[in-house]
């Protein structure tokens, strides 16, 4: 097994999932042409275009929103939020409409995928 330490492993993660299945997307705050605040997605932009790694305003709650609508619609996406103090703003969007969607669609889970949510938790 490979050596690697934390955003390494996420990296290949990614990029593996990413190579295997087209559904998945990355989108989130620089996480396309910087490769993330910590360059956890560092080179997916390149590798697998602007269109599957998107670079998104700063709007924690437009960013969870919009993973909860690429879900629904049968993509798989994984959302980064820059910090966990962050995702305040976009927690409503969890618990609103994520949490609700079975409930909401009579139990057809098979109307939404699976969603990521990438928040990063420094120590202190």
Do not use: W
């Amino acid at each position: 097994m490979a050596q690697m330490n934390m955003i390494q492993a996420l990296n290949s993660a990614m990029d593996v999932s990413m190579g295997r299945d087209p559904t998945v997307v990355i989108l989130g705050q620089d996480v396309g042409y910087f490769g993330g605040v910590f360059r956890c997605t560092d080179g997916l932009q390149r590798k697998y275009g602007e269109h599957r790694v998107i670079d998104t305003p700063i709007a924690e709650g437009g960013i969870i929103a919009a993973a909860i609508g690429m879900g629904v619609n049968g993509l798989r996406p994984v959302a980064e939020v820059q910090f966990a103090d962050y995702v305040y703003p976009g927690y409503d969007q969890i618990v609103s409409e994520l949490a609700r969607l079975r409930y909401r669609s009579a139990g057809e889970r098979r109307y939404l995928g699976s969603i990521i949510f990438e928040i990063v938790r420094t120590a202190q």
